[in-house]
């Protein structure tokens, strides 16, 4: 979605982390995302509740983290190597 957007203009919010900002806004059945330096006029990236909650969930527990994508992939090699 790009320019106009369903959420209300105020209800946007910008939490920061030196310098990599996104603005996020809710609405109780939906979370907007967008970035900060658009000022408002770029795309919009909407989810559902559950899908931000699940989002949030793997972000806390490390899932992104480079380290686990490294355990991931050397699980992966060393499942491959087991099979006859």
Do not use: Q, Y
Not at 21 to 26: D, G, H, I, K, R
């Amino acid at each position: 979605m790009t320019g106009k957007t369903p959420f209300n203009p105020s209800a946007w919010h910008r939490p920061c982390n030196g310098g990599s900002c996104v603005e996020l806004a809710f609405d109780g059945s939906r979370v907007g995302v967008r970035d900060s330096k658009d000022d408002g006029t770029g795309s919009v990236l909407t989810f559902t509740a559950d899908e931000w909650a699940a989002f949030v969930r793997a972000v806390r527990r490390g899932r992104f983290d480079i380290a686990w994508f490294r355990r991931a992939r050397r699980r992966a090699r060393l499942f491959s190597r087991r099979r006859p």
